[in-house]
């Protein structure tokens, strides 16, 4: 089983900065793609920043310029730096991974979620 944990989370002005962090733990014989995700309340899940294996990055319209994801591949982890925050970043945000392991004895590639980390931005 793969697991991601996230940490990073809380209550920040706005205008303020917080950093996200997650961890992958388990047998990974690869990491593909890391993302963060984030919902807010009444509003469907949507993707805010994704990192490839390779490095290439893209980020939501809405948070260019102000978010920056990076990952550790050594370490299996991933960062989301957020800066210039602003009410309408309130959400809950979702670590997202995609790898290889094993599951029912064989490797295959499986979506992993954390388990989420709110973030609550005041005017």
């Known amino acids: 089983q793969v697991q991601l944990a996230e940490s990073g989370g809380g209550l920040v002005q706005a205008g303020g900065s917080l950093r996200l962090s997650c961890a992958a733990s388990?047998?990974?014989?690869?990491?593909?793609?890391m993302a963060w995700y984030r919902q807010a309340p009444g509003k469907q899940r949507e993707l805010v920043a994704v990192?490839?294996?390779?490095?290439?990055?893209n980020y939501a319209d809405s948070v260019k310029g102000r978010f920056s994801i990076s990952r550790d591949n050594a370490k299996n982890t991933v960062l989301l730096q957020m800066n210039s925050l602003k009410p309408e970043d309130t959400a809950v945000y979702y670590c997202?991974?995609?790898?290889?392991?094993?599951?029912?004895?064989?490797?295959?590639?499986?979506?992993?979620w954390g388990q989420g980390t709110l973030v609550t931005v005041s005017s």
């Open positions: 997202n991974a995609h790898c290889s392991s094993i599951a029912a004895g064989k490797i295959s590639d499986l979506e992993v």
């Open positions: 388990g047998i990974i014989f690869s990491m593909h793609a």
């Open positions: 990192v490839t294996s390779g490095g290439s990055r």
